[in-house]
């Protein structure tokens, strides 16, 4: 039996037969589906769809008739984006979905994976595109989105999109029957930012949260991770936030690949839960194969480190940490939450250690100035004589996490 319908969404005035075909396969493999199109020019026979273009644009705030007239195809696309998000919400909170999976080119998965991103994490979602062998992050964004590739072109019927197309369609019914068991237990969930140069240090913390009673969810800091950890913090998931890797800061700063962009660190603050900042790998930028890093670095006698063959690291500077000193300072000003920093005077990573390679204290006490300087009185800044993998230092960071939980009332945790 099958958590709620199928949400087929797509162009059907112009994929008509390949979606019928995907019906066909959903339904002979048990599937119950709604179907729901966003192309503009026209419609289909082949079989019912439920939600037509008209239905579809007029969500999105305009007529389907208005569009036509106009024209502008990069504007209907908008529109239809629009509208199909707003539908397929709608048909969510209705109880209508229990899944949905869509087909195109570039501009149709765009319009496809718009109303995907509306849904909650845990609601399946699959998208078979051309797009999806390149750089998906503009349709996935931080959501658990699947993207299948279409191999040839979503145009026409043959042997290989026969499979592709069959496949995604077991794909999207398995997933939906698939049905989670419940959560157990009403543990508070802690987000925690984590980099191989500070894994030791989370995993002491993930060790200590556990014999506390709480749940803790680990995110990479790669850019995606911190992301999807701020996303899932507004989406209403976290109650507390131990964000020991802020190293995305350095790398938004300096244009790294592992930026988060500007609103890192800004979700704990927005949403009003506990939130406790370390500048855990602000001493490294990220970069890929050495000849990748940008030539105003390379000419300026910066200092680098080959940490596997597609990453190659930076370390910050005296004036890029005090930079990150004020932009930790920002965040703390702009929280509706209360907040703490914790500071590791013995280095920041791995390779801040004493005497290792990117052991540079004036950098790193340039931050802690720069913080000081522009915190409000009654925002705490410890510090501790420690490296940030030393197990006191994790052993004072979740007693610190906890003494912020506590000064709150933390939520329950939300099931999915």
């Known amino acids: 039996m099958l958590n709620g319908p199928i949400v087929v969404l797509g162009a059907f005035d112009s994929k008509g037969d390949e979606y019928a075909f995907l019906l066909d396969a959903i339904r002979r493999l048990g599937g119950d589906a709604l179907t729901v199109n966003f192309g503009i020019l026209g419609s289909t026979n082949l079989f019912r769809v439920d939600y037509d273009a008209e239905e579809v644009a007029r969500a999105g705030g305009v007529e389907l008739t208005m569009l036509r007239e106009r024209g502008d195809r990069g504007a209907a696309m908008k529109c239809m984006a629009a509208g199909a998000a707003v539908l397929v919400r709608r048909l969510y909170d209705e109880g209508k979905l229990g899944g949905v999976i869509g087909m195109g080119g570039s501009g149709g998965a765009s319009v496809i994976t718009a109303a995907m991103r509306t849904l909650p994490t845990g609601v399946p979602k699959v998208c078979v595109s051309t797009v999806a062998g390149g750089d998906v992050r503009p349709y996935v964004g931080t959501t658990d989105i699947v993207m299948i590739p279409s191999v040839t072109d979503v145009a026409g019927l043959n042997r ?80 507390a936030c131990l964000d020991i890797t802020t190293t995305e800061l350095a790398d938004e700063l300096c244009g790294g690949v592992f930026s988060a962009g500007e609103d890192r660190l800004s979700a704990p603050g927005r949403q009003g839960i506990p939130h406790l900042i370390v500048p855990g790998c602000i001493d490294m930028v990220n970069f890929g194969p050495p000849d990748s890093v940008p030539q105003k670095y390379r ?64 950098a790193d006490q340039a931050m802690c100035a720069a913080l000081r300087e522009r915190l409000p009185a009654g925002v705490p800044v410890v510090e501790v004589d420690a490296n940030i993998n030393d197990p006191s230092f994790a052993q004072l960071a979740v007693e610190m996490l906890l003494e912020l939980i506590r000064a709150t009332k933390p939520r329950a945790a939300k099931q999915t």
Request: with cysteine; hydrophobic share 45%.
């Open 299 to 362: 000419n300026a006698g910066r200092l680098f480190y080959e940490w596997n063959p597609a990453v190659t690291l930076m370390r910050t500077s005296v004036d890029e940490n005090r930079r990150i000193g004020e932009i930790f300072a920002a965040k703390a000003i702009a929280a509706q939450g209360p907040v703490a920093f914790l500071i590791p005077l013995r280095g920041v990573s791995v390779l801040d250690g004493d005497g290792q390679l990117f052991c540079d204290r004036e």
């Open 160 to 239: 290989i999109s026969r499979t592709i197309f069959t496949r995604a369609a077991g794909a999207i019914v398995g997933m939906v029957r698939a049905t989670p068991e419940p959560a157990i237990g009403d543990r508070p969930i802690v987000a925690a930012s984590m980099f191989g140069n500070t894994t030791a240090c989370v995993d002491a913390c993930r060790d200590l949260l556990d014999a506390a009673g709480y749940e803790t969810l680990v995110f990479h800091a790669t850019g995606v991770g911190g992301r999807t950890m701020e996303s899932l913090i507004d989406e209403g998931f976290v109650d």
